[in-house]
């Protein structure tokens, strides 16, 4: 069996858990540019809006925090520039779906999202969404939410829809955490309800244990198949076995995740290259990783 290299990664420059880089558009431009050489041809803005952030001025969010500069722009110029493929990342409030009012939650998303297509829509790399709102069961009204978010994302662009939702697994949930077979009959009932408005599906792969993994990839292939959606994996190039948050993860278990995401996986994409991968990350430990990486793949090392 082949294992398949990392051929898509989310941009995070809202910084809701991880810190900025304060890159501009020089430094996205090196990154875009290592994207290209080593095989990254798609790249998924993870949120564009978040509470009272946002990734370019909108004027259908209030209260927003004053915005200077249109990261989005930057985004889909430099991915028009060297051919990659641009999943935009639709608002979460963080507030409205938890408390159950799925719908103020749509309401905000709808002219938001008009917005974005008439700020981007004009970009050729302008390829997928990506619907923000991630959870690791049948909960929160998320089949509400992927059906009238996706299907209004569709209205506006038909091109495909991606979601990366998470295991209800120990690593993140403790004593909160659902079994495996729980969590294929979640999904299974989830799956049944959006097919129509869902393309891809990446499940993270950070919130189960190791041992877990192999039957937990295998379970969700089973699932994609029976509902007809494409599944891909959004392997987590961070470390959630640290006591703190969150370190470049260790390559052993890189490695080990890859080689079992490319069993059942159609697409590796990663949470997030840029700050736990990448040869320019502030972390040093992602340079290590990077040519950790590199090595394995033979890419040659002067790609950095």
């Not at 050489?37 to 259908?60: E, H, L, M």
């Not at 409205?96 to 981007?120: G, Q, T």
């Not at 159609?266 to 992602?286: Q, R, V």
């Amino acid at each position: 069996m082949t294992t398949l290299r990392i051929s898509g990664t989310f941009l995070d420059e809202i910084t809701h858990d991880i810190p900025s880089q304060n890159w501009g558009e020089p430094e996205w431009r090196k990154e875009f540019e290592l994207f290209q050489r080593i095989g990254i041809d798609t790249v998924i803005i993870i949120r564009a809006g978040y509470q009272n952030k946002c990734i370019f001025p909108a004027n259908s969010l209030p209260d927003l925090l004053p915005v200077y500069e249109d990261i989005g722009e930057i985004f889909y110029s430099l991915a028009d520039e060297f051919g990659i493929k641009v999943f935009f990342g639709t608002y979460d409030s963080g507030f409205h779906w938890w408390r159950r009012s799925w719908w103020k939650e749509v309401e905000i998303n709808k002219p938001f999202l008009e917005e974005a297509i008439e700020r981007y829509g004009h970009h050729p790399s302008f390829a997928g969404w990506y619907l923000s709102h991630e959870t690791g069961r049948n909960d929160v009204h998320i089949i509400e939410l992927f059906n009238h978010i996706g299907g209004f994302c569709k209205e506006l662009r038909d091109v495909p829809v991606l979601i990366s939702p998470y295991p209800q697994g120990a690593k993140q949930l403790g004593e909160n955490a659902l079994t495996l077979d729980e969590s294929f009959e979640h999904w299974d009932r989830v799956f049944a309800e959006t097919a129509h408005n869902i393309d891809f599906c990446a499940f993270q792969d950070g919130q189960v244990h190791y041992q877990e993994l192999p039957r937990f990839v295998e379970g969700i292939g089973e699932l994609g198949r029976k509902h007809g959606i494409t599944i891909w994996s959004n392997l987590e190039c961070f470390d959630r076995d640290m006591p703190i948050k969150f370190p470049p993860a260790d390559w052993r278990y890189l490695r080990f995740k890859l080689e079992t995401a490319s069993q059942v996986a159609e697409k590796i994409i990663t949470f997030e290259f840029s700050h736990f991968m990448s040869p320019h990350s502030c972390y040093p430990a992602a340079h290590n990783l990077f040519r950790r990486y590199a090595r394995h793949f033979g890419l040659a090392q002067e790609q950095a």
